[in-house]
């Protein structure tokens, strides 16, 4: 996304949000300038979809994916992938997404694996680390999925929030 584009969507948000909604008695009005700055805030994330986000995960993955093999070395565990997952530069976000989801599955079963029966029979301690260790990501990983996302327009009706939605830094 071009900056003077970007630049074009926030002047349109923050006018709305500046001049409209504290001007409006109206709440019906009120609901459908904010369904507008959802809208628009959904345009401006389309438009500057990036891989950053998507590596920012994928990288968290990977130093899970390490951190686990290492603790669980000697235990018999579902198949860890090998780290890093990508080499060099990849900008694709339909790949980079892929690799996501897929680590995403890996780590889910390694999760039911570090819960379980037969992992806590090999070690109790390094299986309930592993676990802990395994929810820390899927957190993680959950934070930044929702920096990324813009705020439901219920949200910011509700709270009265004059931000327009996605995390702005």
């Not at 899970?64 to 565990?77: I, Q, S, Y």
């Not at 395994?134 to 959950?142: F, G, H, M, W, Y």
Request: glycine letters at 8%; a negative charge.
């Amino acid at each position: 996304m071009s900056a003077s584009f970007e630049r074009l969507i926030d002047g349109i948000i923050d006018a709305l949000q500046s001049h409209v909604v504290p001007n409006s008695s109206d709440d019906f009005v009120r609901g459908q300038v904010f369904s507008a700055i959802y809208a628009l805030n959904g345009i401006k994330l389309a438009a500057d979809w990036k891989a950053g986000p998507l590596l920012e995960q994928v990288r968290l993955q990977d130093d899970t994916f390490a951190a686990v093999a290492r603790l669980a070395d000697g235990m018999t565990h579902p198949e860890i992938p090998a780290t890093p997952r990508i080499q060099g530069e990849m900008s694709d976000p339909a790949a980079i997404e892929a690799l996501r989801d897929d680590g995403d599955r890996r780590l889910g079963q390694l999760l039911l694996w570090a819960s379980g029966a037969d992992a806590r029979a090999a070690d109790r301690d390094i299986a309930t680390g592993i676990e802990r260790l395994l929810r820390r990501a899927i957190c993680d990983q959950l934070k930044i999925e929702l920096a990324t996302t813009p705020k439901s327009m219920l949200q910011q009706i509700a709270g009265g929030e004059r931000d327009g939605g996605a995390a702005q830094g």
